[in-house]
Nanobody
Framework: QVQLEESGGGLVQAGGSLTLSCAAS????????MGWFRQAPGKEREFVAF????????YYADSVKGRFTISRDNDNNTVYLRMNRLRPEDTAVYYC???????????????WGQGTQVTVSS
């Protein structure tokens, strides 16, 4: 079992920045790909970014490419999502996820955090 806890969400003006963190605990010795997803009210959960175990590969949704950066610190079992040039449409609950295999759909991930709210005002 892996437990994930997100932090760093909040209210920010459009054009601003936030950094989300996801701390993993439990069986973190396994080589998990870490992903970020988000879900806005009334919408399905959507992929944002993932990073493979050693950070060799990253992948982003087109909507965030060039604005968001995913990174990980395996020594501290933490993954980050740096979000720049935020837009009102980035408003959502952001979820951290861990899975054995990389992917852009939620079913590829085995463990999920509770989410952290990001609100971008115009």
């Amino acid at each position: 079992q892996v437990q994930l806890e997100e932090s760093g969400g909040g209210l920010v003006q459009a054009g601003g920045s936030l950094t989300l963190s996801c701390a993993a605990s439990g069986r973190t010795s396994n080589a998990y790909t870490m992903g970020w997803f988000r879900q806005a009210p009334g919408k399905e959960r959507e992929f944002v970014a993932f990073i493979t175990w050693r950070g060799a590969s990253t992948y982003y949704a087109d909507s965030v490419k060039g604005r968001f950066t995913i990174s990980r610190d395996n020594d501290n079992n933490t993954v980050y999502l740096r979000m720049n040039r935020l837009r009102p449409e980035d408003t959502a609950v952001y979820y951290c996820a861990a899975g054995r295999y990389a992917g852009v759909v939620p079913r590829r991930y085995d463990y999920w955090g509770q989410g952290t709210q990001v609100t971008v005002s115009s």
